[in-house]
């Protein structure tokens, strides 16, 4: 004889529990003209914040020895200077959260501040970056 029995309930509110498989959002954010994102990354203990420019009045010279993008892309370790990337990718990403003008973003031991002359973001060594349409200076 076949009894009922209250368990078989609880099957579909435990998979309703059960974590979905999802993608987490990219940690970072981008500026409000949506011309400049951040990205940060945690790569074996090793901060890392990479922050990309789409558009720019004027791009550098692209190295001898760089047969990818160049200019427009910048990386920094939490410690030590940053430096202008050559790449064959991108952190843009519309996904990413807007940095509102006057707002400042921290993360890993990175500093980033919007304004409307552009994003600025600095490590614990004060070294950095700061990247507008008109310029791009590392520090």
């Known amino acids: ?37 951040c990205q940060y990354f945690d790569y074996d203990k090793q901060n890392i914040l990479r922050c990309d420019i ?3 009045e004027t791009k550098p010279r692209r190295p001898a020895d760089c047969d990818l993008d160049y200019g427009g892309a910048f990386e920094m370790n939490a410690k030590g200077p940053a430096t202008r990337l050559c790449h064959g990718d991108t952190v843009m990403d519309k996904a990413l959260p807007v940095l509102a003008y006057g707002e400042v973003w921290q993360r890993g031991g990175f500093t980033c501040k919007s304004e409307q002359a552009g994003i ?3 490590n614990a060594d004060r070294r950095g970056f700061s990247l507008a349409r008109v310029r791009q200076e590392v520090f």
């Open 1 to 37: 004889m076949f009894r009922w029995r209250p368990i078989l309930f609880a099957l579909p509110l435990f998979m309703l529990a059960a974590p979905a498989h999802t993608q987490s959002a990219p940690a970072g954010f981008q500026s409000p003209s949506k011309n400049i994102a």
């Open 54 to 56: 789409a558009a720019m």
């Open 120 to 122: 600025t973001c600095f």
